[in-house]
């Protein structure tokens, strides 16, 4: 047993270790466009509207997929044989082809009644992203973790030159960041399919992918209106923004958001991480056990960064942002607390439900999530503005962490660690400091005190975990 234990921490260090230099390669220089976009695009209302553009597109992703993406990875991740395979790639990528199409011939029907700014770059970058997400959750489902990691960075480097090249060089404006998107992941799918070939390999169009279907269907289509309650309860608050503030207003907001995906990056990695170690360790005796000390040691993980990232911020915010965005410093530290308990639904508490494909499971405390969001938006953000979103957004994770630790009970039995509260409890301390100080030293000293106190705080079991790995990593390549 012992054995075990120590093989399956392993791979999920591994595994941690591959998605961070993918994902954070990526969140680094989509972080450094920010910068470049604020001081380009100085009219904070465009950028507002392309916020909320992008914020349709993530929105329709789910309808767009038909959430194929997860369909992809958990289907093809368990496949015993290339005949399975096959039959996968073949449905998705056919089921694929039809809803692009659909959504093609929907943009042409809008466009010939009514006049939307952008909406044939909104509807291209719809379909790229989403041919981007199922064909790189396929590379991933074919545990090809390295493409899939080269995949993301390739992504972010292209965003990052095609963003300089359209809105810096070009002066093209939000027009520009449309295209160096799209593009980007135009160059991202290109790069997978010359790496993978997965086309000649496994789409086969005569292959019967009937008993292969239904199973697919049955396990995706619950997930469909799960994910668009669950984008529509992330994404109301911009609209909630424009309609009683403006897009002025939505475009500051939009910049302290993609700052705080900072966080959400780290919530990113675990889920991927953990989705892969979940799946292969649901059926193992001591489930309760390692999800437990899963979910505490990302309870630690999540403050520390929570820490680092909001005091370094707030260090480096007046050379970062345009003058006309700083005033959006201040929603930096509440919304990385709110940042923390919705990585704790969504990427812990939600991936039970994968595991057990019980999917339909998770939509009773979805629906429930979106009326508290649209109820308090509704009635918060006319009286407190950007902050009545951030008190939503607070509540509705608050609500899922509290249900989904209760409903995933026929799963497996959380047990949290005393130790744990420390973090907890430093959380208050630290909104204290970030927003009654404004020392520089002071800054650098609650980083280290905060991290100091929770690396004694930390069981010993777990920090002998994270000694191990880094042992490992000094003395060998992370594997694939």
Known sequence: M???GGNRVSKFFKDFGIYTIGVLGTRVITFLMVPLYTYFIE???DYGYYDLCLTLCMMLIPLATLQLREGAFRFLYSAQSHEQREKVVT?????????????LLIVVAISQFFHIAYIWHTAALLVVMSIHEVVAQTSRGLHKNKVYVANSIINAVAIG???VLFVWYMDMGIEGIFFANILSRVCAVTFIELKLHIIPTYFKPKTDVKSISHEILRYVLPLIPTIIFWDMTLGSDRFFINYFIGFEANGVYAVAVRFTAILQTLSLILYQTWQETAISQYDSPDRSSFFS?????????LVALLF??????K????WLVNDKYQHSLMYIFPMGVAAIFNALSSSFFDLCYQCSKETHRAFRAIVLALVINLTCNFFLVPRLGVWGVITTSMTTYVFLVVYRSIDTRRYFTLTVNPSTLVPVLLVPVGAFMFYCQHSFLLDIATIVVALSIMWVALPRQYSAWVKDRFRSLLHRRVPS
């Open 2 to 4: 012992a054995t075990q």
């Open 43 to 45: 009219n904070p209302s």
């Open 91 to 103: 449905f998705i990528y056919r089921t694929m082809g039809i809803n692009i199409l659909v959504i």
């Open 161 to 163: 030159v095609f963003s």
């Open 293 to 301: 000390s899963v979910f505490n040691l990302f309870v630690f993980t």
């Open 308 to 313: 680092v990232y909001t005091f370094v911020l």
């Open 315 to 318: 260090m480096n915010y007046g």
